[in-house]
């Protein structure tokens, strides 16, 4: 029989591989574990949103009815924040650093982005937590300010994401690797299904709204275009997988290989997605699975931050596919 690894447990383990490990980090992770399963516990009921009551309406229990990406927020707030773990923490949905409840030992900063893609929750199209993690740039707490959010991708000390799919899976690194547990609601444990995930050299999907074709640079049309020739000997034609919900069109190239682009465009000049907590976490994850992620120049975790907010371009994925991407650059 298979030895069943729970999140919790592999959590001390990777902990044990750094003997000058004060068990901090460990319990930020636990508490992150939590929230997404009270985040799961909402989503997966989304499609009873019409009869138990929409958005913004009063349900059959009279209660107000959340907007679900707000809803996650708060519990991810409330259920990390009570802790003190965290001193600082900063969320796609809210415009300045959060002062989490409880903040008076915390020693790290944590990013997230709540519930990404929840546009799509309304047609039953999988959505996905990420979040960051980072040490503080100080020693003192109480003195925590944006500036311990806007540190390079390069300092995370750990990154993951939880996509609520056809199964929930919880995906993390702490830079040693990354690992993938799936949810077991029968038990209430996220339960380890893929041990040290490594992304193919090269894959054969792309993804990209090719719907926003007319305001593409000519360098993307080019790359798009390459993809689409004929070539045996390079795997050409790759085909198409676009879901328009960045945690399951990653998670899909991280197993399957492949590449993701939210380039530059005319109407975004530095991309959509956002750097802290969208591309640098899945760029850590990204490279601890052996491959790439730039922002068609640079890397994306060499990138020095100026705002909590700030997009980026986003070319992501296996690392041949991406170093191609790159030289149609100029
Ligand atoms: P959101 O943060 O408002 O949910 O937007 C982010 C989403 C990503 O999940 C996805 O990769 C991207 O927007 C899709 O954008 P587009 O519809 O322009 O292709
Ligand atoms: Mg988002």
């Not at 690894?5 to 930020?28: C, M, N, V, W, Y």
């Not at 574990?33 to 009063?58: P, Q, S, W």
């Not at 009570?82 to 900063?109: C, D």
Request: glycine share 10%; with cysteine.
């Amino acid at each position: 029989m298979n030895k069943l690894i729970t999140i919790e447990r592999h959590f001390l383990e990777q902990q044990k591989s750094h003997p000058e490990a004060t068990g901090e980090l460990t319990d930020l992770l636990n508490d992150v574990a939590f929230a997404a399963k009270l985040v799961r516990r909402e989503v997966v009921r989304a499609g009873l949103a019409d009869i138990l009551g929409m958005a913004g309406t009063t349900n059959v229990q009279g209660e107000e009815v959340k907007k679900l990406d707000l809803f996650a927020n708060e519990k991810i707030i409330n259920a990390i924040g009570q802790h003190g773990r965290f001193a600082l923490m900063g969320s796609e949905e809210n415009e300045g650093t959060i002062i989490p409840p409880k903040n008076q030992t915390g020693r790290y900063v944590l990013l997230f982005d709540p519930l990404d893609g929840s546009s799509n929750i309304d047609v039953n199209v999988s959505v996905g937590t990420i979040f960051s993690i980072y040490r503080l740039t100080g020693d003192d707490p109480s003195q925590a300010d944006v500036n311990d959010c806007l540190q390079k991708g390069s300092e995370q000390v750990a990154a993951g994401y939880v996509i609520y799919g056809s199964s929930v899976m919880m995906v993390y690194t702490t830079g040693n690797g990354v690992h993938g547990f799936t949810y077991d609601p029968t038990i209430g444990e996220f339960l380890l299904s893929h041990e040290n995930i490594t992304i193919p050299e090269q894959g054969k999907y792309y993804s990209i709204n090719e719907g926003s074709w007319q305001q593409l640079h000519s360098s993307t049309i080019d790359y798009i275009n390459y993809l689409k020739e004929e070539d045996k000997a390079t795997g050409r034609p790759y085909s198409t997988r676009y879901i328009g919900s960045l945690v399951a069109d990653f998670h899909r190239n991280l197993l399957t290989g492949g590449i993701f682009i939210y380039p530059a465009t005319r109407k975004h000049p530095d991309g959509k997605l956002r750097l802290m907590y969208e591309a640098n976490p899945l760029a850590f994850i990204c490279e601890q699975a052996g491959g790439r992620a730039t922002n068609g120049k640079t890397r994306i975790m060499d990138i020095d931050p100026t705002e909590l907010h700030q997009r980026t371009p986003l070319y992501i994925g296996s690392t041949q596919d991406v170093l191609k991407a790159e030289s149609f650059e100029h």
